[in-house]
């Protein structure tokens, strides 16, 4: 039969009951058939309890978990300081699941708990494990075979023997001529009369003709 593991923890601000202004809670917690109770902390607004039930569960996947909070009296009956209900199909198989219940009836206050679903539950999703990828051998390609260079035979022209050279044949250097003095054209100024000029030759120009004149 499937088991349930039950840890109530502690409770907080709770509503007060007494003439005092504090309470004395405690809890009982059922589960299908089972019933169980803690212990009663006197005179405490926020309990510490730390106390663990097992139960058997019949239907996981419809019964719940009930939690109910009272304040112990001595001459009346206990007041209720709440209660909060749990779903067992929301747990995981094997994983102790804290929570914080807020209480339903109750001006404030909250329930603190630890449930582990021993063995029933929703399976742990566990991550497949990488496989390692096969890594694919390196195709290796063929190196390519390096053809030796071809060295084309240099040819050698025959060495001229110097008595085959060919005789260059040198232009004589000319010579630089030789400047002839440029001749220079002198010119003779007379005062007086014009000089006579010869025969056949005509006088210059704003000058008698020859033979005319005074003497």
Not at 82 to 89: H, K, R
Request: with cysteine.
């Amino acid at each position: 039969m499937p088991t349930l593991n039950i840890t109530v923890l502690s409770a907080h601000n709770l509503v007060a009951k007494d003439i005092t202004g504090t309470s004395d809670p405690y809890c009982i917690i059922k589960c299908g058939r089972a019933k169980h109770r803690t212990s009663t902390k006197p005179m405490t607004l926020n309990p510490a309890w730390f106390e663990s039930f097992t139960v058997s569960v019949m239907d996981p996947m419809r019964e719940s978990v009930t939690f109910d909070l009272y304040d112990k009296d001595l001459i009346s009956n206990d007041d209720p300081l709440g209660s909060a209900v749990v779903q067992l199909n929301t747990l995981r198989r094997g994983v102790p699941e804290r929570m914080t219940l807020n209480l339903m009836g109750a001006r404030s206050g909250v329930l603190m708990v630890e449930l582990n679903a021993l063995d029933f539950g929703q399976a742990m999703m566990s991550q497949p494990m990488m496989q390692p990828m096969m890594q694919q051998p390196m195709m290796q390609q063929p190196m390519m075979m390096q053809q030796p260079m071809m060295q084309q035979p240099m040819m050698q022209q025959p060495m001229m023997h110097p008595t085959m050279m060919p005789m260059v044949q040198t232009q004589p250097m000319m010579q630089p001529m030789m400047q002839q003095p440029m001749m220079t054209q002198s010119t003779t100024y007379t005062t007086g009369y014009p000089q006579q000029q010869a025969y056949g030759v005509p006088p210059p120009m704003g000058y008698p003709p020859y033979g005319g004149g005074y003497y």
